[in-house]
């Protein structure tokens, strides 16, 4: 069913607007998981997106892209311990990857928790360094 609906997407897409980039964030939560071996949206998507920075996933999905596709992880934002370690970056970017995070706003403000303090500033570091 998720390589029908994919396909789909892609070829609405790709009718529509030929140049648009399209990517897909499956949960590529292991390395090499059974369901995602040879599955179309890893291997058609302009992207390969983990949602950790863990060296098993990560290694995995450099090792499968294609030429013309970028592989993206997430430095912060899950909270589970090990999943995002931000100050994996360099390793990462020294790869070629991309970065992308979340933070999580709490109501009323858009002011975030304290805990994404020491993450925000290796972030800005990060992007400091990269200029």
């Not at 992308?100 to 993450?119: N, S, T, V, W």
Request: charged share 25%.
């Amino acid at each position: 069913m998720l390589s029908r609906q994919f396909l789909r997407i892609r070829d609405a897409v790709k009718e529509n607007s030929p140049n648009t980039k399209i990517t897909f964030s499956p949960p590529y939560f292991y390395a090499a998981e059974p369901r995602w071996l040879d599955h179309p949206m890893g291997a058609e998507s302009d992207g390969l997106i983990a949602e950790c920075t863990r060296s098993e996933v990560m290694d995995w999905l450099l090792s499968i892209r294609k030429p013309h596709q970028r592989v993206m992880t997430t430095i912060v934002g899950r909270i589970e311990e090990g999943e995002c370690e931000a100050s994996t970056w360099r390793e990462w970017y020294d790869k070629g990857c991309d970065f992308f995070g979340y933070a999580h706003g709490r109501p009323p403000h858009i002011k975030l928790p304290a805990m994404y303090d020491q993450e925000f500033e290796i972030v800005r570091q990060a992007f400091n360094e990269m200029s």
